[in-house]
């Protein structure tokens, strides 16, 4: 399996929740290397580029109000099947949902609080660590 990069996101409820900590162990433990890190706050306008994709449905307007609501830590995670792994130790969008020792499953309070956002395909994690980072603020 190739060793691909994915961009992740501790959302503001994570920041706040103090889940930094946790959040970093489990990408150790899981073996992904962190090649890139920033704590950000983005303004609302930044959160509507970002999440561009779901501009026009139900959730956009609360999604990126949540998103720039509050500090957030942004990562470039390298690894073999990185995009896929990183949803697993994820879970599932919905909390409800997610499987038992995900970090959903632990710390997220609702499909929106849902303290992480992983990207989801490989053109999106190009965009979305772009979207970040420049390739010299990335080291790996
Ligand atoms: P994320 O992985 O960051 O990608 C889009 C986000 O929209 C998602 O996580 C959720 O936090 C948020 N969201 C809010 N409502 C919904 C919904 N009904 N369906 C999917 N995503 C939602």
Redesign the pocket.
């Known amino acids: 399996m190739a060793v691909t990069r994915t961009l992740t996101i501790i959302k503001p409820d994570g920041v706040a929740q103090n889940n930094i900590g946790d959040v970093l162990r489990t990408f150790e433990e899981n073996k992904f290397k962190i090649v890139a890190m920033k704590m950000l706050r983005l303004t609302k306008q930044q959160a509507e580029g970002f ?1 561009a994709v ?1 501009r026009g449905k139900p ?1 956009f307007e609360s ?1 990126t109000t949540f998103m720039s609501s509050g500090r957030i830590v942004v990562m470039v995670l390298e690894g073999e099947d990185a995009i896929n792994r990183l949803r697993a130790v994820m879970g599932a ?1 919905n909390p409800a949902n997610a499987a038992e020792g995900t970090l959903r499953k632990r710390f997220a309070t609702s ?2 609080h ?1 303290i992480i ?2 990207s989801d395909a490989p053109d999106t994690a190009a965009f979305e660590i772009g979207y970040f980072f420049s390739e010299m603020e990335i080291v790996s």
Request: proline share 0%; no cysteine; net charge negative.
């Open positions: 999440y779901h959730f999604l969008t499909i929106e849902n956002h992983g």
